[in-house]
């Protein structure tokens, strides 16, 4: 029965709440705040602001959009970005001679054909 259900509301309840709603994204009502005393943008869509029904979530914000299975922020485990790893200064046998990578031979290089490789140049 939908007249049971918290989120029906009567025609004049609608209309007052449509209004406040557009109060508050013409700036002339204070912004909703939610469980943690932040301001709710009013101009995120509803969708966005309320929380789905499986997470019993009765109160309006955006906790429910936040990474909940985040790590802590100086954590890295699995690698560091950035570093510099291994630079290869010279030829090593076997890498290719024209671009130098050792994952693959100069038949299979997808680079263009230089003049001098990195046979000759490195």
Not at 3 to 30: Q, Y
Not at 91 to 96: H, S, T
């Amino acid at each position: 029965m939908a007249s049971s259900t918290n989120n029906f509301k009567a025609g004049d309840d609608w209309r007052k709440a449509k209004e406040l709603e557009e109060a508050r994204k013409a700036g002339l009502a204070p912004a909703e705040l939610d469980e943690d005393g932040n301001e709710i943008n009013p101009h995120i869509p509803q969708y966005m602001a309320s929380a789905p029904w499986y997470l019993n979530n009765n109160h309006p914000g955006l906790k429910h959009q936040r990474n909940w299975n985040a790590k802590e922020a100086g954590t890295k485990a699995w690698y560091d970005r950035g570093a510099k790893v291994f630079q290869a200064d010279k030829f090593r046998k076997g890498a290719c001679p024209n671009c130098g990578s050792m994952t693959h031979k100069q038949k299979d290089c997808l680079e263009r054909p230089r003049n001098k490789g990195a046979k000759w140049t490195g």
